[in-house]
């Protein structure tokens, strides 16, 4: 599991209610929740999203379980999201519906190409070769699977 | 030697376990997606390990015909399939699991991050997304990591305006955000027999904002009591020595007065230092303090005067409408200019019945105060219900009086 993509640089605590807000939570259309994905932090980064790797500061997700947050990121082409942490149902949303997930300390530089390695266990950006821990064996399957749905339907 | 949830999770902090589930419950906001997912898994049957339940709270009654479509999906689904289903006006599903349905020692998962309010059972409860959800639903099981447990040790006895959400903003500012991520947290010491679970399921309703996984309150006589009037017959769980990743004390005497201030519910103030600050829209409701107790303390108060400012009351349950009914506290309410809502979640995340406008002010006895949370442009700060009253008279922040 390993991908790259642009760094698009965020702050700490951002909270699932600025991913995407409760008020366009009511459809079954991803592409609702794509046009106004961090709408409410700063309607420009909607437009950055497809290739990016999102380097967030700590506790990224926290808030709200609604997993309409991963699945928004997923479909505006994020590839991943590095973070020193994550809330933990954010976290797990995300493995479910496929958008890899990383916690990692990386120093971000707006645009600068980032690589992950899930399986290998890395991140490298800008020069720096960073270590990380590796996820579960069941949690890297789900994620390779593209996501819990595909990971049951496979096992039924 | 072992915490409340490595006793339930029957394995050490750290361990990976997958764990039946006992209960399992979705409402309206998460259940859709969960319902969508579980289609998708291929699923025709449902698990009938857990008890499972779909309980409408978010946008009740529908705030529109896109919202009254998706429920209508989800109400069939639920009442064709036999699952336990509350509609419109039922009240707010924590509330409902809290009403003599959800006991100790149970695995109990919501497709809501305060799912952890429930923990003042002593059962591990906790939230999860709704993929997480409709795999429970197909297998009846999910995994956990055994969390560690934050001790957070209460000593003596609330005191003056004091309520226990006063506590919980203490213990989330000490905590902050982040700092019980992953965690458990777990209240004891003597301090704890002196908290109603009226106070208890306020205290485990705020963990999540730590980044918590859950709080928990060990089952004990006031558990019991609880429970057995609700018909419910269940022993206490005896706390054990057990090692504590992080320890925290408070005297319950000490605790004064707070304000969670906009937009951060770890930005944590004395009711004193904000006092005069105008406001355009008081709340009082949600699972944090929408209880019969919390409504009757908010009516005490303002009973016989007139709120300065728009006010809107939101009961958490039928339960808690109906009792405030027989008691008179809702012509209290109403006689003192307070907007009565539907039992469920009310404008608490911004969808209806109370959205602020720019620039607007709201004071609110809920749990979140995220940025345009409430309304874009709006801004929230957190208090007690106590709290909430004075200042609805006021019209401005206000601290309470003294009994």
């Not at chain 2, 997606?33 to 499972?52: H, I, N, R, V």
């Not at chain 2, 027999?193 to 006589?221: H, I, Q």
Request: net charge negative.
């Amino acid at each position: 599991m390993w991908g790259a993509g642009h760094a698009v640089c965020l702050g700490p605590d951002i909270d699932t209610d600025m991913v995407i807000a409760g008020r366009y939570l009511r459809t079954k259309d991803h592409s609702v929740w794509v046009s106004h994905v961090f709408e409410d932090l700063d309607p420009a980064l909607a437009g950055q999203l497809n290739g990016a790797v999102i380097v967030a500061g700590k506790n990224f997700g926290c808030g709200s379980s609604r997993e309409q947050a991963a699945i928004a990121l997923r479909e505006a082409g994020v590839a991943a999201v590095i973070a020193p942490s994550f809330a933990r149902i954010f976290f797990r949303n995300a493995i479910n519906v496929g958008l890899p997930v990383i916690e990692c300390t990386i120093s971000c530089i707006e645009g600068e190409k980032v690589r992950f390695d899930l399986a290998a266990g890395w991140v490298e950006a800008a020069g720096n070769h960073y270590p990380i821990r590796p996820l579960s064996p069941r949690m890297r399957e789900i994620l390779t699977t593209g996501g819990l749905v595909n990971y049951w339907r496979g096992h039924r | 030697m072992s915490t409340l949830s490595e006793r339930i999770l029957g394995a050490s902090a750290g361990e990976y376990v997958e764990r039946k589930v006992d209960r399992a419950y979705v409402h309206d906001g998460t259940g859709v997606l969960t319902l969508e997912m579980w289609k998708q898994m291929g699923a025709e049957l449902l698990s009938d390990l857990p008890q499972l339940y779909v309980l409408f709270d978010h946008i009740v009654p529908a705030n529109n015909s896109t919202t009254a479509t998706l429920q209508h999906e989800l109400r069939e689904f639920a009442c064709g399939s036999f699952l336990h289903f509350s509609d419109i006006g039922g009240g707010i599903c924590h509330q409902l699991m809290s009403e003599g349905v959800v006991l100790p020692g149970e695995v109990v998962v919501g497709a809501d991050s305060h799912s952890c309010t429930l923990g003042a059972f002593g059962a591990f409860a906790t939230g999860v997304g709704a993929t997480d959800m409709a795999a429970i639903w197909l297998t009846g099981e999910t995994w956990f990591r055994v969390p560690d447990s934050i001790g957070i040790h209460l000593s003596g006895s609330l005191r003056g305006g004091a309520e226990a959400k006063d506590l919980a903003l203490s213990y989330v500012s000490r905590l902050t955000m982040d700092g019980g991520t992953y965690c458990a947290l777990e209240f004891i010491g003597d301090g704890v027999k002196t908290l109603p679970m009226d106070d208890r399921l306020t205290l485990c309703n705020l963990s999540v904002e730590t980044g918590a996984k859950t709080g928990m309150f060990y089952a004990d006589d006031v558990t019991v009591r609880y429970l057995a009037a609700a018909g419910q017959k269940v022993r206490p769980q005896v706390p054990e020595p057990c090692t504590y990743s992080r320890e925290l004390e408070f005297d319950l005497a000490e605790i004064v007065p707070l304000v969670a201030v906009s937009p951060r519910v770890d930005k944590v103030k004395p009711v004193q230092d904000l006092a005069g600050l105008s406001l355009d829209q008081v709340f009082i409701g949600t699972c944090t303090n929408g209880r019969y107790s919390d409504i009757a303390r908010f009516a005490k108060i303002v009973k016989g005067k007139k709120v300065a400012v728009r006010t809107i009351v939101v009961p958490a349950s039928r339960a808690v409408l109906a009792e405030a009914i027989r008691t008179g506290v809702l012509g209290d309410l109403v006689g003192a200019g307070c907007t009565i809502g539907s039992p469920g979640c009310g404008p608490c995340l911004g969808a209806h019945m109370g959205v602020l406008g720019e620039g607007e002010v709201c004071l609110s006895t809920a749990n979140r105060n995220f940025k345009n949370r409430m309304g874009v442009g709006g801004e929230i700060y957190l208090s007690s219900v106590a709290t909430a009253a004075a200042s609805a008279l006021a019209g401005e922040i206000t601290e309470p009086e003294v009994d």
